[in-house]
């Protein structure tokens, strides 16, 4: 799926939070790497981030003014 940028930043924003308060990490992090938005940005590349976007469509329907 291809998000916008801003779920993208909402994803990592949201999963950093959750890995700050103790949640566990989904991939193997590389030595050094101890900041959680750094970690919940590899794990959106890697796509393991269990987090779903709902887009809501406008389904009104269309009215043409004359």
Request: aromatic share 4%; net charge positive.
């Given at each position: 799926m291809h998000y916008t940028r801003?779920?993208?930043?909402?994803?990592?924003?949201?999963?950093?939070?959750?890995?700050?308060m103790g949640a566990p990490i989904l991939i193997k992090v590389p030595k050094g790497v101890v900041d959680p938005v750094q970690i919940a940005m590899l794990e959106f590349e890697e796509g393991?981030?269990?987090?779903?976007?709902?887009?809501?469509?406008?389904?009104?329907?269309?009215?043409d003014w004359e």
């Open positions: 801003f779920e993208k930043a909402r994803i990592i924003g949201a999963r950093a939070l959750q890995i700050s393991v981030i269990p987090i779903t976007v709902i887009r809501k469509t406008d389904i009104r329907p269309k009215i």
